[in-house]
Protein backbone atom coordinates (compact mmCIF):
# COMPACT_ATOMS: atom_id res chain seq x y z
CA UNK A 1 0.00 0.00 0.00
CA UNK A 2 2.81 2.33 0.29
CA UNK A 3 3.56 5.25 3.09
CA UNK A 4 -0.11 7.05 3.42
CA UNK A 5 1.75 9.91 4.99
CA UNK A 6 4.15 11.09 2.45
CA UNK A 7 2.32 14.14 1.11
CA UNK A 8 0.60 15.34 3.98
CA UNK A 9 -0.29 18.76 3.50
CA UNK A 10 -0.68 19.61 7.41
CA UNK A 11 2.27 17.90 8.91
CA UNK A 12 0.53 17.73 12.66
CA UNK A 13 -2.14 14.83 11.05
CA UNK A 14 1.57 12.77 11.14
CA UNK A 15 1.36 11.99 14.72
CA UNK A 16 0.15 8.37 14.74
CA UNK A 17 3.61 7.06 13.69
CA UNK A 18 6.40 9.84 15.09
CA UNK A 19 7.55 10.42 18.88
CA UNK A 20 6.40 13.23 20.18
CA UNK A 21 9.54 15.11 20.04
CA UNK A 22 10.33 14.75 16.39
CA UNK A 23 6.07 15.66 15.91
CA UNK A 24 7.62 19.20 17.71
CA UNK A 25 9.59 19.89 15.29
CA UNK A 26 7.52 19.11 12.03
CA UNK A 27 5.29 22.38 11.91
CA UNK A 28 6.92 23.65 9.16
CA UNK A 29 4.34 26.12 7.36
CA UNK A 30 1.07 27.90 8.54
CA UNK A 31 -1.91 28.31 7.27
CA UNK A 32 -3.20 32.52 7.33
CA UNK A 33 -7.33 32.16 7.55
CA UNK A 34 -7.27 35.84 6.96
CA UNK A 35 -10.43 36.65 5.92
CA UNK A 36 -11.80 33.42 5.17
CA UNK A 37 -15.16 33.09 7.56
CA UNK A 38 -16.42 35.59 4.69
CA UNK A 39 -16.26 33.66 1.51
CA UNK A 40 -18.63 35.39 -0.32
CA UNK A 41 -17.43 38.64 -0.45
CA UNK A 42 -13.27 37.79 -1.62
CA UNK A 43 -13.18 39.12 -4.84
CA UNK A 44 -15.16 42.34 -2.70
CA UNK A 45 -12.11 42.61 -0.21
CA UNK A 46 -9.38 41.42 -3.19
CA UNK A 47 -10.72 44.94 -4.64
CA UNK A 48 -10.93 47.15 -2.00
CA UNK A 49 -7.27 46.57 -0.30
CA UNK A 50 -5.93 46.82 -3.95
CA UNK A 51 -7.10 49.81 -4.02
CA UNK A 52 -6.38 51.04 -0.79
CA UNK A 53 -2.63 49.94 -1.30
CA UNK A 54 -2.64 51.72 -4.65
CA UNK A 55 -4.05 54.81 -2.09
CA UNK A 56 -1.37 54.38 0.31
CA UNK A 57 1.46 53.67 -1.98
CA UNK A 58 0.82 57.01 -4.21
CA UNK A 59 -0.30 59.21 -1.66
CA UNK A 60 2.74 58.59 1.15
CA UNK A 61 4.79 58.19 -2.17
CA UNK A 62 3.82 62.03 -3.26
CA UNK A 63 3.88 63.42 0.32
CA UNK A 64 7.57 61.84 0.02
CA UNK A 65 8.30 63.49 -2.79
CA UNK A 66 7.23 66.92 -2.31
CA UNK A 67 8.87 67.10 1.25
CA UNK A 68 12.24 66.25 -0.62
CA UNK A 69 12.04 68.40 -3.75
CA UNK A 70 10.10 71.89 -2.26
CA UNK A 71 12.23 74.62 -1.10
CA UNK A 72 9.67 75.60 1.34
CA UNK A 73 8.97 72.19 3.08
CA UNK A 74 12.96 71.68 4.29
CA UNK A 75 12.37 72.34 7.70
CA UNK A 76 12.83 69.25 10.46
CA UNK A 77 9.20 69.23 10.45
CA UNK A 78 8.77 67.60 6.60
CA UNK A 79 11.92 65.94 7.44
CA UNK A 80 10.36 63.67 9.85
CA UNK A 81 7.20 63.61 7.55
CA UNK A 82 8.94 62.41 4.79
CA UNK A 83 11.08 59.33 6.81
CA UNK A 84 7.23 58.64 7.90
CA UNK A 85 5.68 58.59 4.56
CA UNK A 86 8.34 55.78 3.71
CA UNK A 87 7.95 54.19 7.01
CA UNK A 88 4.38 53.94 5.89
CA UNK A 89 4.90 52.85 2.40
CA UNK A 90 7.43 49.75 4.13
CA UNK A 91 4.94 48.48 7.02
CA UNK A 92 1.77 48.32 4.68
CA UNK A 93 4.02 46.31 2.07
CA UNK A 94 4.80 43.85 4.99
CA UNK A 95 1.25 42.57 5.15
CA UNK A 96 -1.06 43.90 2.36
CA UNK A 97 0.81 42.63 -0.92
CA UNK A 98 0.18 38.94 1.11
CA UNK A 99 -2.91 39.20 1.74
CA UNK A 100 -3.75 40.43 -1.52
CA UNK A 101 -1.73 37.26 -2.73
CA UNK A 102 -4.11 35.32 -0.23
CA UNK A 103 -7.42 36.71 -1.60
CA UNK A 104 -6.59 36.38 -4.73
CA UNK A 105 -5.22 33.14 -5.17
CA UNK A 106 -6.53 31.41 -1.83
CA UNK A 107 -3.62 29.45 -1.05
CA UNK A 108 -3.40 30.78 2.19
CA UNK A 109 -0.17 28.67 3.45
CA UNK A 110 3.35 30.48 4.79
CA UNK A 111 6.26 28.79 5.72
CA UNK A 112 8.02 29.46 8.87
CA UNK A 113 10.89 31.05 7.36
CA UNK A 114 8.40 33.43 5.71
CA UNK A 115 5.82 34.06 8.72
CA UNK A 116 9.04 34.71 10.76
CA UNK A 117 10.43 37.28 8.37
CA UNK A 118 6.91 39.00 8.09
CA UNK A 119 6.49 38.92 11.98
CA UNK A 120 10.32 40.49 12.11
CA UNK A 121 9.77 43.39 10.15
CA UNK A 122 5.71 44.18 11.10
CA UNK A 123 7.23 44.37 14.55
CA UNK A 124 10.68 46.36 13.34
CA UNK A 125 8.37 48.98 11.21
CA UNK A 126 5.91 49.18 14.39
CA UNK A 127 8.32 50.15 16.85
CA UNK A 128 10.03 52.60 14.32
CA UNK A 129 6.42 54.11 14.01
CA UNK A 130 6.04 54.70 17.62
CA UNK A 131 9.85 56.24 17.82
CA UNK A 132 9.08 58.54 15.10
CA UNK A 133 5.91 59.83 16.34
CA UNK A 134 7.23 60.69 19.50
CA UNK A 135 10.13 62.20 17.77
CA UNK A 136 7.53 64.45 15.56
CA UNK A 137 6.05 65.04 18.70
CA UNK A 138 9.14 66.42 20.49
CA UNK A 139 10.17 68.52 17.31
CA UNK A 140 6.30 70.42 17.70
CA UNK A 141 6.90 70.68 21.67
CA UNK A 142 10.44 72.47 20.90
CA UNK A 143 9.16 74.33 18.43
CA UNK A 144 6.40 75.68 19.87
CA UNK A 145 7.66 76.20 23.67
CA UNK A 146 10.74 77.04 22.61
CA UNK A 147 10.33 78.75 19.39
CA UNK A 148 13.70 80.69 19.76
CA UNK A 149 15.78 77.88 20.24
CA UNK A 150 14.23 75.89 17.65
CA UNK A 151 17.00 76.29 14.91
CA UNK A 152 19.70 75.60 17.81
CA UNK A 153 17.82 72.80 19.22
CA UNK A 154 17.01 70.80 15.89
CA UNK A 155 19.56 71.24 13.96
CA UNK A 156 20.28 69.03 10.75
CA UNK A 157 22.53 66.34 12.61
CA UNK A 158 19.98 66.45 15.46
CA UNK A 159 17.45 65.65 13.05
CA UNK A 160 19.27 62.79 11.33
CA UNK A 161 20.18 61.12 15.13
CA UNK A 162 16.89 61.05 15.73
CA UNK A 163 15.56 59.72 13.05
CA UNK A 164 18.47 57.04 12.58
CA UNK A 165 17.76 56.25 16.06
CA UNK A 166 13.83 55.60 15.54
CA UNK A 167 14.94 53.23 12.82
CA UNK A 168 17.21 51.09 14.05
CA UNK A 169 16.69 50.81 17.90
CA UNK A 170 13.64 48.09 17.67
CA UNK A 171 16.19 46.18 15.18
CA UNK A 172 17.90 43.78 17.76
CA UNK A 173 15.46 43.62 20.11
CA UNK A 174 12.29 42.39 17.32
CA UNK A 175 15.09 39.70 15.59
CA UNK A 176 15.19 38.35 19.39
CA UNK A 177 11.63 38.47 20.07
CA UNK A 178 10.66 36.98 16.88
CA UNK A 179 13.17 34.19 17.14
CA UNK A 180 12.36 33.32 20.59
CA UNK A 181 8.42 33.14 19.42
CA UNK A 182 9.29 31.20 16.52
CA UNK A 183 11.60 28.83 17.86
CA UNK A 184 8.72 27.18 20.65
CA UNK A 185 7.38 24.27 19.52
CA UNK A 186 4.35 23.88 17.12
CA UNK A 187 2.51 20.59 16.90
CA UNK A 188 -1.58 21.01 17.01
CA UNK A 189 -3.47 22.78 14.51
CA UNK A 190 -1.68 25.17 12.29
CA UNK A 191 -4.44 28.12 11.26
CA UNK A 192 -3.68 31.55 12.25
CA UNK A 193 -7.01 33.48 12.79
CA UNK A 194 -5.35 36.61 11.25
CA UNK A 195 -4.24 38.24 8.04
CA UNK A 196 -0.16 38.30 8.67
CA UNK A 197 1.96 36.33 11.17
CA UNK A 198 1.21 38.60 14.83
CA UNK A 199 2.41 37.80 18.15
CA UNK A 200 -0.96 36.65 19.63
CA UNK A 201 -2.48 34.48 17.22
CA UNK A 202 1.16 32.56 17.20
CA UNK A 203 1.88 32.34 20.58
CA UNK A 204 -2.17 30.56 20.42
CA UNK A 205 -0.42 27.71 18.35
CA UNK A 206 2.54 26.84 20.31
CA UNK A 207 2.43 23.53 21.99
CA UNK A 208 3.65 23.63 26.03
CA UNK A 209 4.00 26.55 28.35
CA UNK A 210 4.45 30.52 26.53
CA UNK A 211 3.74 32.19 29.29
CA UNK A 212 7.97 33.41 29.26
CA UNK A 213 7.07 34.62 26.00
CA UNK A 214 3.69 36.42 26.77
CA UNK A 215 6.02 38.27 29.08
CA UNK A 216 8.51 39.06 26.96
CA UNK A 217 5.70 40.45 24.45
CA UNK A 218 3.92 42.78 26.95
CA UNK A 219 7.55 44.25 28.30
CA UNK A 220 8.50 44.62 24.56
CA UNK A 221 4.83 46.43 24.06
CA UNK A 222 5.24 48.40 27.02
CA UNK A 223 8.91 49.61 26.39
CA UNK A 224 8.14 50.23 22.07
CA UNK A 225 4.60 51.35 22.96
CA UNK A 226 3.98 53.17 26.29
CA UNK A 227 6.65 54.87 26.70
CA UNK A 228 6.78 56.73 23.84
CA UNK A 229 3.23 57.41 23.72
CA UNK A 230 3.99 58.73 27.57
CA UNK A 231 6.44 61.05 25.90
CA UNK A 232 3.98 61.60 23.27
CA UNK A 233 1.25 62.73 26.07
CA UNK A 234 3.86 64.61 27.71
CA UNK A 235 5.29 66.77 25.20
CA UNK A 236 1.61 68.15 24.02
CA UNK A 237 0.40 68.25 27.97
CA UNK A 238 3.22 71.51 27.75
CA UNK A 239 2.49 72.10 24.30
CA UNK A 240 -1.49 72.74 25.17
CA UNK A 241 -0.62 74.46 28.15
CA UNK A 242 1.37 77.07 26.21
CA UNK A 243 -0.87 77.65 23.66
CA UNK A 244 -3.70 78.28 26.01
CA UNK A 245 -1.48 80.94 27.11
CA UNK A 246 -0.90 82.88 23.92
CA UNK A 247 -2.43 86.38 23.81
CA UNK A 248 -5.10 86.10 21.01
CA UNK A 249 -7.58 83.49 19.63
CA UNK A 250 -5.35 83.62 16.20
CA UNK A 251 -2.34 82.52 17.15
CA UNK A 252 -3.89 79.90 19.29
CA UNK A 253 -5.82 78.11 16.77
CA UNK A 254 -2.43 78.44 14.56
CA UNK A 255 -1.22 76.65 16.92
CA UNK A 256 -3.47 74.05 17.31
CA UNK A 257 -3.81 73.34 13.90
CA UNK A 258 0.28 72.17 13.54
CA UNK A 259 -0.11 69.92 16.38
CA UNK A 260 -3.91 68.26 15.60
CA UNK A 261 -2.93 66.37 12.63
CA UNK A 262 -0.15 64.78 14.33
CA UNK A 263 -2.65 64.01 17.48
CA UNK A 264 -5.04 62.43 15.38
CA UNK A 265 -2.41 60.28 13.98
CA UNK A 266 -1.15 59.20 17.41
CA UNK A 267 -4.62 58.65 18.55
CA UNK A 268 -5.61 56.34 16.07
CA UNK A 269 -2.41 54.40 15.77
CA UNK A 270 -1.42 54.17 19.18
CA UNK A 271 -4.91 53.51 20.47
CA UNK A 272 -5.39 50.03 18.25
CA UNK A 273 -1.87 49.31 18.77
CA UNK A 274 -2.00 49.31 22.49
CA UNK A 275 -5.13 47.72 22.92
CA UNK A 276 -4.19 44.77 20.71
CA UNK A 277 -0.96 44.09 22.40
CA UNK A 278 -1.47 45.11 26.09
CA UNK A 279 -4.91 43.62 26.87
CA UNK A 280 -5.16 40.30 28.53
CA UNK A 281 -5.55 37.43 26.35
CA UNK A 282 -9.12 35.82 26.23
CA UNK A 283 -9.72 32.50 24.23
CA UNK A 284 -11.88 34.77 21.55
CA UNK A 285 -10.49 37.35 20.76
CA UNK A 286 -9.29 37.10 16.78
CA UNK A 287 -12.02 38.90 15.08
CA UNK A 288 -10.97 42.04 17.71
CA UNK A 289 -7.35 41.63 16.97
CA UNK A 290 -7.86 41.64 13.41
CA UNK A 291 -10.53 44.49 13.46
CA UNK A 292 -7.83 46.56 15.83
CA UNK A 293 -4.91 45.31 13.19
CA UNK A 294 -6.44 46.69 10.31
CA UNK A 295 -6.23 49.99 11.83
CA UNK A 296 -2.72 50.36 12.81
CA UNK A 297 -1.28 48.32 9.45
CA UNK A 298 -3.86 49.60 7.11
CA UNK A 299 -5.89 52.48 8.12
CA UNK A 300 -3.01 54.78 9.99
CA UNK A 301 -1.02 54.53 6.37
CA UNK A 302 -4.50 55.17 4.42
CA UNK A 303 -5.36 58.39 6.64
CA UNK A 304 -1.80 60.04 7.29
CA UNK A 305 -1.49 61.79 4.35
CA UNK A 306 -5.18 62.87 4.25
CA UNK A 307 -4.55 64.34 7.61
CA UNK A 308 -1.19 65.95 7.14
CA UNK A 309 -1.97 67.59 3.54
CA UNK A 310 -5.32 68.73 4.22
CA UNK A 311 -4.63 70.42 7.35
CA UNK A 312 -1.29 71.73 5.86
CA UNK A 313 -1.21 74.55 3.82
CA UNK A 314 2.36 74.69 2.88
CA UNK A 315 1.71 71.10 1.48
CA UNK A 316 -1.70 72.25 -0.29
CA UNK A 317 0.73 74.45 -1.35
CA UNK A 318 3.28 72.24 -3.04
CA UNK A 319 0.98 69.73 -4.52
CA UNK A 320 -0.86 72.41 -6.07
CA UNK A 321 2.77 73.23 -7.63
CA UNK A 322 3.44 69.66 -8.59
CA UNK A 323 0.38 69.53 -10.12
CA UNK A 324 1.28 72.34 -12.41
CA UNK A 325 4.84 71.23 -12.97
CA UNK A 326 2.57 67.71 -14.09
CA UNK A 327 0.12 69.30 -16.49
CA UNK A 328 2.61 71.61 -18.07
CA UNK A 329 5.04 68.52 -19.23
Known amino acids: TGNPHINVPFPQMDHQEKPPEENLTELMEFVLLGFADIPHIQWFLFGLFLIIYIIILMSNGTIFLITKMDPSLQSPMYFFLANFSFLEICYVSTTLPRMLMNLGTQRRRISLVACATQMCFVLMFGSTECFLLAVMAYDRYVAICNPLYYPLVMNHRVCIQLVTGSWTIGIPVQIGETYQILSLPFCGPNQIHHFFCDIPPILKLACGDTFVNEMLAYTVAVLFGMVPFLLILGSYSKIISIILKLPSATSQAKAFSTCSSHLMVVVLFFGSAIITYLRPNTGNSEGTDKVLSLF ?33 L
Open 296 to 328: YTILTPLFNPMIYSLRNKDVMMALKKLLLYILA
